[in-house]
């Protein structure tokens, strides 16, 4: 698969991660916070492909952004997301006690929603486009 196309990939699929964590946040359902966070991701995913660096199988999203140079814009625009790397599992497993933790606010989940949708804006605009004028 070319960069082109796994980077248009990699940034449908955050957005279909976004369109799930809204509807699920609309209803109150606790996985909004696993989809944002996946969106989240493959962002940072994206942008790590873009730059050339692989980013394996990682999940935590501090530790995929620590990839990034420290003079790359990108970096600084998402470190912020770095916050959401508890939210691949908090609310979606028992403590070892056994107690189901309450779901993430709803409202605080459609700000970082609203967050990522504006990266993602960035990113097809500027990942994308720089993509396809390499050619």
Not at 81 to 94: C, G, K, N, V
């Amino acid at each position: 698969m070319t960069k082109s196309r796994r980077l248009a990939a990699l940034l449908a699929l955050a957005d279909a991660d976004l369109e799930a964590a809204l509807a699920l946040a609309d209803i109150g359902n606790r996985n909004a916070a696993y989809h944002c966070q996946q969106a989240a991701e493959k962002l940072v995913k994206a942008v790590l492909l873009d730059l050339g660096v692989e980013s394996g199988v990682e999940h935590r999203i501090d530790v995929l952004v620590a990839k990034l140079p420290n003079t790359e814009p990108w970096r600084a625009r998402l470190q912020p997301l770095e916050r959401l790397t508890p939210f691949a599992t908090t609310f979606r497993y028992p403590t070892p006690g056994g107690r189901i933790p309450e779901a993430p606010d709803s409202g605080a989940v459609k700000k970082e929603i609203t967050i990522i949708e504006s990266l993602l804006k960035m990113a097809r605009s500027g990942l994308l486009s720089k993509d396809d004028s390499a050619r």
